[in-house]
């Protein structure tokens, strides 16, 4: 018995020596390193932040409807419709919230590109090309704004879609798109042309104080194709 409680000892001593080197290498591998970013950088940091947090928000927004949704099943149980209209009903709202059916509707017209104005000695080449963040930003506009269906270059945007950019090209569920950036969305036109064009709007911001290219129109009829990939 008390060869093996010396075995355990001699164990858990070695263990925490190999935990001690770890951590110790680790925090010398922090000492050397020196992290520098701009402060445009930090505000495009703070806004992914944002946009992360707004997600969460959206998810639990996610969970009620499906709890409602669950609440008209309890309810519509007992009604005349039979099982199969219910699913059918059902089924189309999910293609349509989806992104898997085609909607058409009054809505907008957001084109966006690098800007071409000279270089202020304040600013980096960086300040004045579009990112993936700030077609992130306008997109959670949008869909606070009520938009029913969102597309980029004609890509219909999911709820899982990524966006990246690079360079000067833009990445949507896997397929690359170059300038402009051509963003439509459907729904309440006065709502939706107030979120990019208002004077607290992200899209002044960047207009104004970048020089980004932004034009935003109306449009009695928007069409956004369905959501094609596998």
Request: glycine letters at 6%.
């Amino acid at each position: 018995m008390q060869k093996r409680n010396k075995i355990k000892l001699k164990m858990v001593i070695l263990g925490a020596f190999i935990v001690g080197i770890l951590i110790s290498t680790y925090f010398k591998t922090l000492g050397n390193t020196k992290a520098y970013i701009t402060l445009d950088e930090k505000k495009r940091i703070d806004l992914n932040i944002e946009l992360n947090k707004k997600e969460i928000e959206q998810l639990k927004e996610k969970v009620k409807e499906y709890k409602l949704t669950l609440k008209e099943y309890e309810k519509n149980f007992n009604s005349d419709e039979s099982v199969e209209e219910l699913m059918v009903k059902e089924l189309d709202y999910l293609k349509s919230s989806g992104g898997f059916s085609k909607v058409e509707g009054p809505g907008i017209v957001v084109t966006i590109k690098d800007s071409d104005k000279e270089l202020e000695i304040t600013q980096t080449p960086n300040d004045l090309i579009v990112h993936d963040i700030d077609i992130l930003r306008v997109v959670n506009d949008l869909k606070k704004a009520g938009s029913s269906a969102i597309s980029i270059n004609g890509e219909r945007l999911l709820s899982t879609s990524k966006i990246k950019c690079s360079g000067a090209t833009i990445t949507v569920n896997e397929t690359t798109y170059g300038q402009p950036f051509i963003i439509k969305a459907v729904g309440n036109v006065e709502t939706l042309m107030a979120a990019m064009i208002s004077p607290q709007s992200y899209t002044n911001l960047l207009k104004d104080v970048y020089g980004i290219y932004i034009d935003v129109e109306s449009k009695n009829k928007v069409i956004i194709n369905p959501y094609e990939k596998n």
